[in-house]
């Protein structure tokens, strides 16, 4: 079977280091990290005191009085973002058929913060139950793509992918097989997380999962370094708009890049520790260089998962090595969650437009932070460490594992007719 | 206007994101100022908790308009 092509037409952001895609280019490009102390809330007597949250949000300049009590901010993250990308794509929603219009979103947790803030008021009262009647359809993590749709009338396929941190990157392979399969034309995806919480740090840190670096919180993201001690927790959204080929052509959209193949796995090895040799990774490359008809010399970039995490980081350059070969040494491979900090269920998504931009700017963003080499990772691979890199991109493939074992990686290839 | 209309209008104008001349005894929640089913369910339990009371399920659905829920305020509040 003949699958129909997919290409990208519209992106958008708000994350720790931009509230726009230039502005996040800009940054990407200059290396420049999004860390700060925690400003959401008192974390004083948390182990973990930083974190990398979104700048100068004010969600009274999106949406009305009555609008932003039902939203919660990993909702107001996502049409933040979807706007952006909905603007860039500039598609006539006049002459669409919606009913071929969808949205994916993803998100790892949902409503963290509306949780725990009607849960405190319960426990907080004498056992009468006064939850709010919008308790539910706030926090719920399909919620965001449901939003999405009523804003912009996109009545096809509709659904929240939930797989932790690769979550959005599950919501743009849905997206980009659906349209292979002709279900849908175009669809809104990526995903947003919101968990800078007192509940979503607190638990976070009690894994030990975070970096606990507070005196150097401004470099504590620094994957691959051998000092590393865990991720730093980022929000945000990211958006992309997929688009059947023919259909973007027939329109004159601008194009960024073609979408050619997905790969998915499960580690079947540990809550929360990835396989010590990567071997979901592995099959999950894999897979998606296979869906992309492309062999491993094909890729010149990797956007890999990175987080940071004494755990995390070394199965991946082992799996990158197992896949790739000899051209793994040839690769350039970055950690943008050294800027952007972990933004979890919207990983996927921001990465994804990392990738796409840097293919776009013929410019590898680095890996900041790194101060000392880890021994247990091969020092000929290009860690793209410090400074970007200018180089030709032909394709990209962008790497986003979760708690679970849920493996995905994405492949975008420069476009050409 | 009593104490009651006007802390009534104050939770309406907070919760519906309505002006305060909109809010007259005459209006209706869903009809004219906005509210859908979600929205007056909220409503009925801010009342509940400004002013002390429980309002049952089948009361509730009586009062669809400002002026309902002045009435019922002033007739149960202790």
């Known amino acids: ?417 | 206007m009593s104490d009651i209309a006007s802390r009534v209008k104050a939770i309406i104008v907070d919760k519906l994101g309505v002006d305060e001349t909109e809010v007259t005894p005459e209006a209706s929640f869903t009809n004219d100022l906005g509210a859908d089913s979600l929205d007056t369910v909220e409503l009925i339990m801010e009342f509940e908790k400004e002013f002390n009371i429980a309002i049952p399920d089948d009361q509730a659905e009586n009062i669809g308009t400002v002026g309902d829920a002045v009435s019922y305020i002033e007739e149960n509040a202790k």
């Open chain 1, 1 to 417: 079977m003949e699958f129909r092509r997919v290409v990208v037409t519209g992106l958008g952001t708000i994350n720790p280091i931009g509230n726009s895609i230039a502005e996040y280019w800009e940054n990407l490009e200059n290396g420049v990290g999004g860390a700060g102390m925690i400003t959401h809330f008192d974390a004083s007597k948390f182990k973990t005191q930083f974190a990398c949250e979104v700048k100068n949000f004010d969600a009274k300049e999106h949406f009305d009085r009555k609008e932003v009590r039902k939203l919660d901010l990993y909702t107001q993250y996502a049409l933040v973002a979807v706007k952006e990308a909905m603007a860039d794509c500039d598609l006539d929603l006049e002459s669409e058929d919606l009913t071929k219009a969808g949205v994916i979103w993803g998100s790892g947790i949902g409503g963290i913060k509306t949780f725990l803030d009607e849960v405190k008021g319960y426990a907080n009262g004498d056992g009468t139950p006064r939850f709010s009647p919008f308790f539910i359809p706030k926090m719920i993590s399909d919620i965001a793509a449901g939003h999405i749709s009523m804003k912009y009338g996109f009545q096809g396929p509709n659904y929240g992918t939930v797989s932790a941190c690769a979550s959005s990157s599950h919501a743009i392979i849905d997206a980009m097989n659906y349209i292979r399969l002709g279900k849908a034309d175009v669809f809104i995806t990526g995903g947003s997380e919101a968990s800078v919480n007192e509940a979503g740090l607190g638990g976070f840190n009690s894994m030990q999962a975070l970096s606990t670096n507070n005196e150097e919180f401004e470099t504590a993201s620094r994957p691959f370094c051998k000092t590393r001690d865990g991720f730093v927790m980022g929000e945000g959204a990211g958006c992309l708009i997929l688009e059947e080929y023919e259909h973007a052509k027939a329109r004159g959209a601008k194009i960024y890049a073609e979408v050619v193949g997905g790969g998915m796995s499960g580690d079947a090895y540990h809550l929360t520790a990835t396989h010590p040799e990567g071997r979901g990774a592995i099959n999950s490359m894999n897979m998606a260089l296979n869906d992309a008809d492309l062999k491993p010399e094909d890729i010149d970039y990797i956007n890999v998962h990175g987080t940071s995490t004494p755990v995390g980081d070394i199965p991946e350059t082992k799996a990158v090595q197992t896949v790739f070969g000899e051209h793994a040494y040839k690769l350039n491979i970055s950690s943008t969650k050294s800027m952007t900090g972990h933004l979890l269920g919207a990983a996927g998504s921001v990465e994804a437009i990392a990738s796409i931009l840097a293919m776009n700017n013929q410019t590898v963003p680095p890996t900041i932070n790194h101060k000392e080499q880890d021994p247990q990772i091969d020092e000929r691979l290009n860690l793209t460490l410090h400074k970007a890199q200018k180089r030709e991109i032909r394709a990209a493939l962008s790497n986003t594992f979760g708690f679970g074992g849920h493996n995905a990686s994405v492949i975008f290839k420069s476009f050409s007719e």
